[in-house]
């Protein structure tokens, strides 16, 4: 890396700042890397030409990995750019430089892609392309405007780059320290920019038969022990890929249009068609959805009732008690859920604003019958809210919003979902927003305030402010600009890319192939004589197991060797009885994708580690 920035001066600095073209560039000059600096101030019908340009350059993409997809990325981009010059066109004298922009981050994000550089792997010859279309003849006009295109990261310094840069010997370039490094060998070009092909030695016998041996790679990703807690879980590479995405405006039309396709895949994951539910996509982790449900649905002194299977309510009791309500909890024996005729019992006694259950505790794996448990709400009291605390559930157990009458489904990224930590994402239905509009206090949040998140019309006297609150959600599904708070663009295209993965496939299918990998390792886990928290199969989750140690064994007895064998376990959470047992998170890749080994690995380390600690 170190290398290659200094090659970037030692090039690029030259370039800089003043008009330069082809020839600037040394004659010898190998580089592969190119990033198109169009530093000018033209009228837009220019700048379309530029665009124009750039895109036909795109078409020469080759075919391959990325190609199909970088070019329609670019494209789009080009295409809505176009569309942006055409309206700016009358008023808007000065225009280039946001369409300049436009090209240098789109080529020079393609130029971090090495299919960009194969078959553009000759910048003079790129230059001169781009150039001659541009500037089809060096007229007096053109000299004027001549854009200056500077040559960034070329991969092989050449002997005369050696010259002022001794330590640049022709070694290879290190790796870089990312999963997606984009340092790799490059084409040797001659002066016209042909491709020189090496000449590569016949690779000794026993060399291939190596080969041979080396299992089948899983992912791009740097080898890494299998992350199966649950949760963060192991991400697909394209997830991973979607967040090394070039810096853009969260208020640009084509991030925009990305927020606007995630917000509306979350109708589809949560499987809800009425128009009145809302669905909320903000920076944050899953306690922001706690945060969200005390804040907005209930205010201080109002009772609300918590359906206790584990840690995880206890918090959410918590959050509630921060906010001034009264938070009740039914609880039941660890390992088990509160009976139907308890909680309907607890109904008849008290009025409740609000009844949440946590769909799968993940410091129990105990799992919460919702379809059953919302139905019984309705029916003995019908104005209580049913929420439901889906971190660990929602990708992985079937969740029908609508048909299920729920009123606050409340998740996080980094579990089933399969997309980096760091998104609360929640849908609310149309009798919750209701009940928020009809609030007689502000509510005590100003981040997490639904006020700030949903239409102008909410600014009712109860609501004061000196602020006039837009309907970003709405608007962003609508693939309006919107602004409250900026989002994290890398992470919602990462969310994105993982919906549109998980909605590729009917959801059905994703809820059985969640359930059998559960039943798997349930019995994998029984066949080794061990227990688990949930002991009644309706009550065991399909996204985790929590996992009983034999007598007198505790985590750190077995969780550093099951490191050692590649998989990831963690501890216990449940403050009565954590040193008594491990947990097991089978949810997203280590579940669907065929080419993982994941859980089969985690079962053959569990035996061994057992062996080893004598207790199998
Ligand atoms: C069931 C449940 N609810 C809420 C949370 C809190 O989510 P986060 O840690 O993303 O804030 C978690 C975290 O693991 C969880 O498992």
């Known amino acids: 890396m170190q290398q290659s920035r200094a090659v970037f001066s030692a090039i690029a600095e030259p370039a800089l ?21 169009c530093a000018t101030r033209k ?3 220019h700048i379309r030409r530029v665009v124009d340009t750039a895109l036909d350059l795109s078409c020469q993409l080759p075919a391959g990995k990325h190609s199909a997809f970088l070019q329609k990325n670019l494209i789009d981009h080009f295409s809505s750019t176009n569309k942006q010059l055409a309206a700016f066109a009358p008023s808007q004298p000065h225009t280039g430089c946001i369409s300049t922009a436009i090209i240098h981050s789109d080529l020079s994000y393609f130029a971090r892609l090495r299919t960009f550089s194969v078959k553009l792997a000759a910048p003079r010859r790129l ?18 405007f001549i854009p200056a295109f500077v040559t960034v ?31 790799r060998s490059a084409h040797f070009e001659d002066d016209q920019g042909n491709i020189i092909k090496e000449q590569i030695p016949p690779e000794p016998e026993k060399v291939i038969e190596k080969e041979k041996q080396v299992p089948k790679k899983m992912s791009s990703q740097p080898p890494h022990p299998a992350l199966l807690i649950p949760g963060p879980i192991e991400f697909d590479d394209a997830v991973l890929q979607s967040m090394s995405h070039y810096s853009e405006s969260h208020v640009g039309q084509p991030f925009v249009n990305t927020f606007g396709d995630v917000l509306s895949n979350l109708r589809k994951l949560f499987q809800t068609t009425d128009p009145t539910s809302q669905p909320f996509v903000i920076s944050g982790s899953g306690t922001l959805g706690w945060d969200q449900v005390a804040a907005n649905l209930a205010e201080p002194d109002e009772e609300v009732l918590i359906l206790h299977t584990g840690y995880f309510a206890d918090s959410f009791a918590d959050c509630f008690e921060t906010y001034g309500v009264k938070a009740t909890q039914l609880k039941a024996p660890i390992g088990d859920r509160p009976q139907l005729d308890e909680v309907e019992k607890a109904l008849k006694e008290k009025k409740y604003k609000i009844v949440t259950v946590t769909h799968v505790d993940t410091s129990t794996g105990v799992l919460s019958e919702i379809q059953a448990l919302s139905e019984l709400v309705h029916r003995v009291s019908p104005d209580t809210l049913v929420v439901v605390d889906g971190v660990c559930s929602v990708g992985g157990e079937e969740i029908k919003f609508d048909e299920w009458k729920l009123d606050v489904v409340l998740t996080a ?43 102008s019309k909410l600014n009712a006297p109860q609501f004061p402010s000196t602020l006039t609150s837009a309907p970003v959600m709405q608007n962003y599904e609508a693939k309006k600009a919107s602004y409250f708070a900026t989002p994290s663009p890398q992470l919602i295209h990462a969310l994105d890319t993982a919906l549109k993965q998980i909605l590729s496939r009917p959801l059905e299918q994703r809820f059985a192939d969640h359930k059998a990998a559960s039943q798997k390792i349930k019995k994998a886990v029984a066949d080794l004589g061990l227990k688990q928290l949930a002991a009644k199969p309706e009550n065991q989750a399909n996204t985790m197991t929590a996992i009983y140690l034999p007598e007198g064994t505790t985590p750190p ?60």
């Open 127 to 144: 230059l001169g392309a781009l150039n001659s279309r541009l500037y089809p003849s060096p007229t007096k006009h053109s000299r004027t």
């Open 43 to 45: 009228s837009p019908r």
């Open 17 to 37: 700042g003043r008009p330069a073209e082809p020839h600037c560039l040394p004659s010898n000059f190998k580089g592969r890397h190119l990033k198109v600096h």
């Open 413 to 455: 990224t980094q579990k089933a979902i399969g997309c980096p930590a760091g998104l609360s994402v929640l849908m609310a239905s149309g009798r919750a927003i209701e009940v928020f509009k009809t609030r007689k206090t502000r509510p005590t949040s100003y981040f997490g305030s639904w006020k700030n998140w949903l239409p």
């Open 557 to 616: 007895d077995v969780i550093p060797s099951l490191l050692k064998k590649g998989v990831v376990f963690a501890g216990g959470l449940h403050k009565e009885i954590a040193s008594k047992y491990i947990r097991l998170g089978h949810m997203g890749v280590s579940v669907t994708d065929p080419n993982r080994d994941d859980l089969t690995k985690a079962i053959s380390a569990l035996k061994e580690s057992l062996v080893e600690i004598g207790k199998a």
């Open 153 to 183: 990261a070329p991969s092989r310094p050449t002997s005369r780059l050696n010259l002022f840069s001794g330590h640049l010997d022709s070694k290879p370039f290190l790796e870089l320290n990312t999963p997606f490094s984009t340092e």
